[in-house]
Nanobody
């Protein structure tokens, strides 16, 4: 079983930045591909970004390209999501997800590709 705990959410003005963190436990972190998803009120959960277990491959949703960066520190069992130039439409609960893959460069971009989820952290961007 993998436990994921997100942190770093909060209220920020449009144009501001936030760094989300997700701490993992219960498995060897380097065996886990990681992803971030978000869910705005009244909307479906959507993919934001993913990183392979090796860190050598990343994939961003188009709306976040150039505005966010995913990274991981395998020594700290933590994945980070740095978000810049935030917009009110980025307001959502952000969820960290994980799954074990054999392939070092595999990433998942669909919810069903992840077995483990955190409880989420709220990001609110004011205009």
């Amino acid at each position: 079983q993998v436990q994921l705990v997100e942190s770093g959410g909060g209220l920020v003005q449009a144009g501001g930045s936030l760094r989300l963190s997700c701490a993992a436990s219960g498995r060897t972190f380097s065996s886990l591909a990681m992803g971030w998803f978000r869910q705005a009120p009244g909307k479906e959960r959507e993919f934001v970004v993913a990183i392979s277990r090796s860190g050598g491959n990343t994939y961003y949703t188009d709306s976040m390209k150039g505005r966010c960066t995913i990274s991981r520190d395998n020594a700290k069992n933590t994945v980070y999501l740095q978000m810049n130039s935030l917009k009110p439409e980025d307001t959502a609960v952000y969820y960290c997800a994980a799954n074990e893959y054999t392939a070092a460069l595999r990433v998942g971009i669909m919810s069903y590709e992840y077995d483990y989820w955190g409880r989420g952290t709220q990001v609110t961007v004011s205009s």
